[in-house]
């Protein structure tokens, strides 16, 4: 076990504790307090949860996190499992092949092919719809990174729920079908109680990868005015560009407890569901 703690010692743990170190301390990247920092005990942390602009990211990353993710990804990847259910052939391997290839192309690659559709020129997506001078990055960045998660992520929904379906036990969706049971019937009394386990998860695994992700800083820098400023992004913009390794550390620890908060959450209900299955 040795070389495995060696690992977990080194790429988890001791990040973990120089972060710690960091955010209780003035830390730059410039001047001083780079060559001497000072510790400041709680001050960073004081510092970021009475900034409007912490609080304004945070509710950007909420808002973020419900539409694009727990919403989009969720219920577009739940959708396209239940209709593959009845396609078969070369059109159920074009439809995943294109919903896979969104999620498997690199970060910097997806976002890139975005900036080309929805560029203010010459982008395609003006083109279509006859809208040319808009700058959707610009007017809607919200939209425009929401709209770009869900397709980045709808995938791993897909896949998850395309399984979830398959074990559903053939014998009791026919069984409802005999006494009468539309389709709608048939996924509400008998699909989800036996999937509930794996919404549960998606819905866990899509939160945090949601609201950890960085990649909409590729496609609008957190701009314009920070209407697209996520926590991810803001910590970036406070540590890096913002010199301010320190308050950057104290926003990641406080971003980190949110991702146990909803953990721990996660965990509480799940319990709670399987034992009222019991």
């Not at 009475?50 to 919403?71: E, Y």
């Not at 929805?118 to 997506?125: A, H, S, Y």
């Not at 950057?248 to 959450?265: D, H, P, R, T, W």
């Amino acid at each position: 076990m040795a070389p495995a703690l060696a690992l977990i010692g080194l790429f988890l743990v001791f990040p973990a504790v120089w972060t710690i170190y960091l955010g209780m301390t003035n830390y730059r990247l410039t001047g001083l307090a780079a060559a001497n920092p000072e510790f400041v005990g709680l001050d960073n942390f004081a510092s970021a949860l009475t900034d409007d602009a912490f609080w304004h990211s945070l509710w950007l990353t909420l808002i973020f996190v419900l539409v694009s993710g727990v919403i989009g990804q969720t219920l577009l990847g739940f959708s396209i499992a239940w209709a593959l259910r009845h396609v078969r052939g070369w059109v159920k391997s074009v439809i995943e092949a294109l919903v896979l290839a969104a999620w498997v192309i690199p970060a910097s690659v997806a976002s890139f092919l975005w900036l080309a559709l929805l560029d203010r020129r010459t982008g395609t997506l003006n083109a279509l719809l006859g809208t040319e001078g808009t700058a959707w990055l610009i007017e809607y960045p919200m939209v425009s990174i929401i709209v770009f998660n869900v397709w980045v992520g709808t995938a791993f929904s897909m896949l998850l729920f395309s399984s979830a379906l398959a074990a559903v036990p053939p014998s009791q969706i026919e069984s409802a079908r005999m006494v009468g049971a539309g389709s709608w019937q048939q996924l509400r009394d008998v699909v989800l109680p036996n999937i509930r386990g794996h919404i549960l998860t998606n819905t866990l695994l899509i939160t945090l990868w949601t609201f950890n992700t960085f990649t909409p800083y590729l496609l609008t820098a957190g701009g314009p005015r920070d209407e697209s400023a996520i926590l991810a992004v803001y910590i970036y913009t406070t540590a890096i560009p913002g010199g301010q390794l320190g308050m950057g550390a104290a926003i990641s620890l406080i971003m980190l407890l949110i991702n146990l908060v909803i953990a721990l959450g996660y965990l509480r209900v799940a319990r709670a569901a399987s034992g009222g299955s019991k």
